[in-house]
């Protein structure tokens, strides 16, 4: 009685504080899970069929079934083609896709990124005749073979992988044509639909914290004692050294009264020198 008395107590002292037990012998009650967010960035064509916009629906599809689920958190197209525009990315699903869609996810504070490549999109029609009149009838099998990862953006690890393909037939009677709209459209719904079914249903995907590592940058100026601002925060005047996260990508501006701002994106590493060497602004003729 004493506990429970003292139980009480102590939940009006911390008002608007959840107790953790109004009973003894029930279960803590613990805070609901933040579900994971996810970046999906656009696909790639490494098929040898040229299909416009492909790589940008893919993505659009996956980000929308994603949603579906209501497990996840799907950053908007918006802001990652911001990122993407801004800092001039360019993947080509080659090797380097990887890794430039994991540092997207990391500039946009993401836990995981989804990316895809079309492997293959082929087409085998079969023509069928002598139905009279000089019909004739084409039987066209659509099929595409795509490959999807799901990458945790901290530690680089590739959490789920599939390879997967799906088919449709489509029918022409002379010049009829039955589901020929939207046919790559409709496949890669139902092959990114057995994708994030399966996504959804691993437990505890594991979002991973990676190993921080600093590296000492040097900022100098002529002349000395310009402003430097990183990610829009204030750090000191020049000359100054600071530590950074190895390898990530920082927005650097350093001024001085009197000159023309200096201002670029800047990968940090070890031993990296920012030495700027700020002008007078350039004045315009009368």
Known sequence: MLRRFLLIVACVLLDGIICLSSQEGEPAVSPPAVPP?????DFAN??????????????????ALLAQTEKFVVLERER????????????????????????????????????GSILDYSTDTLVYSGYGYGLQVKNTVYTMQVSVKLVAVNTGRIVYAEVLEDNEKVLEAGPLRIGL????????????????????QLENLDRGQAELRLVEVVFESVPAGANVEINGIYIGSTPI??????????????????????????????????????????EKEP
């Open 181 to 200: 709209q939207g046919v790559e459209k409709r496949l890669l719904t139902k092959i990114l639909r057995q994708f994030v079914d399966h996504v959804s």
């Open 80 to 115: 990652i083609t911001a990122v993407v525009q801004e800092l001039g990315f360019v993947y080509s699903g080659l090797v380097d896709q990887e890794s430039t869609a994991i540092e997207i996810g990391k500039l946009l504070g993401a836990d995981f990124v989804d990316l």
């Open 241 to 282: 050294v600071y530590s950074l996260e190895d390898g990530k990508v920082y927005q650097i501006r350093i001024t001085y009264p009197g000159t023309t701002p200096w201002e670029m994106q800047v990968r940090a590493y070890e031993g990296l020198v920012v030495n700027v060497t700020l002008a007078p602004p350039i």
């Open 37 to 41: 967010t996810i970046a999906v960035i």
């Open 46 to 63: 490494l098929s040898d069929s040229y299909v416009p916009g492909i790589e940008e629906t893919a993505a659009q599809i996956l980000s």
